[in-house]
């Protein structure tokens, strides 16, 4: 009798685990359902800000070509080229924010290809020549004409960064981006300026998001932090590796250690009678909905000499076409109102026109 009664208490007791065990279960998958959700809300928000912080971004960007396409003054000019390198930089800050806070399992994969690495630097060190004479310092590229394998997106971010980081933490000097051979035939590519500086104890945390080396002077002129994050996320994803030596006081060094490849020989340049035709008196529709981004690009086409069609949804670009002759172009945007595509419209278009008319994505 009394084994009888020990057994049903056991039984009773696993009864009462069991269910206690199944509550947790069941707390710990509803506990794993909210944070999917957060994490897919986030990734909601974040994707609905890119496109907000972007279209204003891209506006000033076409905004200023238009500005530069004008006659004006040198110190026009200049402010133009000022504005253009600040614009840049909103645009790297929100390209920062972004990638850092996607999702992992959204993280954007290398697109692997052989790059010229001395056009590459130039392109993307070309808006830093005028934030650098601003401040009274001078930037060097002295970058062999090698190739290399990369992502030309990604590296040429990592560039930027470091690029970006040089000018804004320098006050004197110099900035000066070289390459150096390995006897291996890796390339290695120096960004080395004379600023404030990195003390030995902080090196190993100045790849941290929103970490900041001179974060006690509170100085919103440097940045979130940001970018130096970036570039260790796509350096790692790239097999990259990134070394950095310094004394505060007198300057940093950044290094990256690119695998080099064989370039492909140079293609032949075109014929002059090979050239697209100039701008001028070209008709050209533009289908945005975005009336800032829809008047710059009428600005900045018509400084070329182009003729202009604007229309804001598929409807009018629609009407539009049924009134008139073929256009030597047409720019639309892929996103439009109503959910509609932009590619859609274009289908749309070549059904009434021909496959002949160039089309441009926004």
């Keep these: ?8 208490r056991q039984r009773v007791r696993n009864a009462e685990l069991a269910s206690r065990l199944q509550e947790e279960l069941q707390r710990g998958q509803a506990a794993r359902d909210q944070l999917e959700a957060v994490g897919r809300a986030r ?3 974040f994707a609905a800000a890119n496109h907000d912080l972007r279209q204003p971004l891209h506006a000033m960007g ?6 530069r396409s004008l006659p004006a003054s040198p110190e026009v000019q200049a402010l133009a080229e000022r504005l253009e390198g600040c614009a840049e930089g909103m645009s790297d800050v929100v390209d920062d924010l972004i990638e850092l806070t996607r999702d992992h399992t959204e993280s954007r994969t290398p697109r692997l290809a052989t790059l010229a690495l001395k056009p590459l630097i130039e392109d993307c060190c070309r808006p830093f020549f005028a934030l650098a004479a601003a401040k009274g310092l001078h930037l060097e590229l002295a970058v062999e004409d090698v190739g290399v394998l990369s992502d030309a997106s990604m590296l040429s971010r990592i560039v930027a960064n470091l690029v970006s980081n040089a000018v804004r933490y320098t006050a004197h000097g110099a900035i ?11 390339v290695h590519l ?4 004379t600023g404030i500086g990195i003390a030995a104890e902080e090196l190993g945390r100045i790849f941290q998001p929103f970490y900041q080396v001179s974060s006690k002077t509170q100085d919103r002129g440097h940045g979130l932090g940001l970018g130096l994050a970036t570039v260790r996320r796509f350096a790692d994803q790239l097999h990259i590796q990134v070394t950095v030596t310094s004394t505060p006081g007198e300057g940093s060094c950044f290094t990256l ?4 490849c064989e370039l492909p020989p140079p293609t032949p340049p075109a014929k002059v009678g090979e050239l697209p035709a100039a701008f001028t008196g070209r008709r050209v529709l533009a ?4 009336p800032a981004i829809a008047d710059a690009l009428q600005r900045l086409l018509q400084t070329w000499g182009c003729e202009v069609i604007l229309a804001r949804d598929a409807a009018e670009a629609n009407a539009a076409a049924s009134t008139l002759a073929p256009p030597d172009a047409v720019i639309v945007d892929l996103a439009l109102p109503g959910g509609v595509s932009g590619a859609d419209v274009v289908l749309q278009l070549r059904e ?11």
């Design 1 to 8: 009798t009394r084994a009888l009664r020990e057994t049903q």
């Design 43 to 45: 990734t909601h928000i």
């Design 62 to 67: 076409l905004l200023v070509q238009a500005l």
């Design 176 to 186: 000066r981006v070289q390459t150096a051979r390995e006897a291996t035939g890796a």
């Design 190 to 193: 120096h960004v080395q300026d």
């Design 257 to 260: 250690r690119l695998t080099r």
């Design 287 to 290: 289908i945005e909905d975005d």
């Design 352 to 362: 009434r026109w021909s496959d002949t008319v160039p089309i441009t994505f926004l």
